[in-house]
Nanobody, 116 residues
């Protein structure tokens, strides 16, 4: 059974940091491209960051470049998103996604709220 389980979300003040994790199981994690998406209320789901199967290349949305870092540990079947200098506009539900050929898996999401 394929599972992607996000964790690490929460409430943080502007300028703060969070580190999200996505634990994968039920498929060969190491050969999948992994992505973080986010969806704010009343907005469309947005691609935040992508990492290739061998930890490279990485790509980021312009809105998070220089502040967020995507990484993965294939030995632990886990992907991460280190988020620094958080802004209120980063508030959203963050989803992890696994993609390879015609396989496309999603987690249930974790809420990130940036507010003072």
């Amino acid at each position: 059974q394929v599972q992607l389980v996000e964790s690490g979300g929460g409430l943080v003040q502007p300028g703060g940091s969070l580190n999200l994790s996505c634990a994968a199981s039920g498929f060969t994690f190491s050969i999948y491209t992994m992505r973080w998406y986010r969806q704010a209320p009343e907005k469309e789901r947005e691609l935040v960051a992508t990492i290739g199967s061998t930890t490279s290349p990485t790509n980021y949305a312009d809105s998070v470049k220089g502040r967020f870092t995507i990484s993965r540990d294939n030995a632990k079947n886990t992907m991460y998103l280190q988020m620094n200098s958080l802004k209120p506009e980063d508030t959203a539900v963050y989803f992890c996604n696994a993609l390879r050929l015609n396989k496309n898996y999603w987690g249930q999401g974790t809420q990130v709220t940036v507010s003072s």
